[in-house]
């Protein structure tokens, strides 16, 4: 799965706490303790000092946890980094969902056209490869992948989540997996007390299409599961767009925890149902934006 933009942000405030505590390379980086200090959950750290040692900033330690590899001394200067890739990527999305972007393109060309610096063009890429619409081509370029883009075909993916995630729940193969269920209720009620104000429409996706993999994941039939992750890899970009407000959506988060709970307390029937009515809900109100 590719990282979520809090995942970035943290990795970006733990490079901060390397350049302004002037560790040196060998310092241990304890998960705990960063997370007490960033004022985030272990979760989020964790995954960013994964995706710090892929970017070799940091590395597995002997025994446990990860120690820096690039001191503070060679870390780039501070920038609002994050934050401008965030903004070039949401850029990129729009302009491929209105045709602006062919269905090739070269690294040198969105370089130029995009003003990208080649560590940004190496996020942006492996990022929104990550996500499934872009792929590389043998030996040189890259190729966008099918998206949802048309109302139709937008309302038919809601059609099809309202036949198989509800019957997903009631397969006889469904066998709760607790500790997910557990971490995505969590997810979705802090956006409920009030994170949904402060993230944006890409965590937010990632979050809420994470809580209904989450579920069609302990479904264990490997088709279903296949169909909803290629159907919320061709609706994410028009998810950005057709994004509901944000009171709509809180609504619906407190919906998610109510089915989370459900399941939890084993009412897999109730649960089946209120998942039908939340799809049939959710899919009317994205056909009207």
């Known amino acids: ?46 995954n960013a000092l994964r995706l710090l040692a892929d970017d070799g900033v940091v590395g597995l330690a002997e025994r446990s946890g990860y120690t820096v590899l690039v001191p503070a001394g060679e ?15 949401l850029r990129i999305a729009a302009d491929r969902l209105d045709g602006k972007l062919p269905g090739r393109v070269t690294e040198t060309g969105l370089a130029r ?31 966008f992948q099918p998206m949802l883009t048309e ?24 066998t709760l997996d607790r500790t997910a269920i557990e971490r995505v209720r969590a997810q979705q009620q802090r956006l409920v007390d009030g994170d949904i104000w402060s993230v944006g429409n890409a965590e937010l996706f990632d979050l809420n299409s994470g809580f209904h993999e989450a579920i069609m ?15 919320d890899r061709l609706r994410r970009l028009i998810e950005y767009r057709r994004s509901l407000s944000r009171e709509r959506a809180i609504v619906r988060c407190r919906e998610h925890v109510e089915i989370a709970d459900l399941l939890l307390a084993g009412r897999t029937a109730e649960a089946a149902e209120a998942m ?5 809900t959710v899919g009317a109100e994205k056909s009207e934006t």
Not at 125 to 137: A, F, K, P, T
Not at 151 to 174: H, V
């Open 1 to 46: 799965m590719a990282p979520t933009p809090l995942t970035r942000q943290t990795a970006a405030r733990i490079v901060e706490h390397i350049r302004e505590q002037g560790l040196p390379a060998g310092s241990k980086l304890v998960e705990r303790a960063l997370a007490e200090q960033l004022r985030v959950s272990r979760s989020p750290v964790r």
């Open 276 to 280: 039908r009515r939340h799809l049939d």
């Open 151 to 174: 109302l139709r075909s937008y309302q038919d993916s809601y059609r099809l989540r309202l036949t198989i995630e509800p019957a997903a729940i009631l397969e006889p193969t469904f």
């Open 217 to 231: 994941e302990c479904s264990r039939n490997t088709f279903f599961i296949d169909a909803l992750t290629r159907v």
């Open 75 to 89: 870390l780039p200067a501070a920038e609002s980094e994050a934050d401008d890739t965030e903004q070039l990527y």
């Open 113 to 143: 056209d995009y003003g990208l610096t080649s560590a940004q063009l190496t996020r942006l890429l492996r990022r929104i490869s990550n996500e499934g619409w872009i792929e590389r081509l043998p030996g040189y370029g890259w190729e």
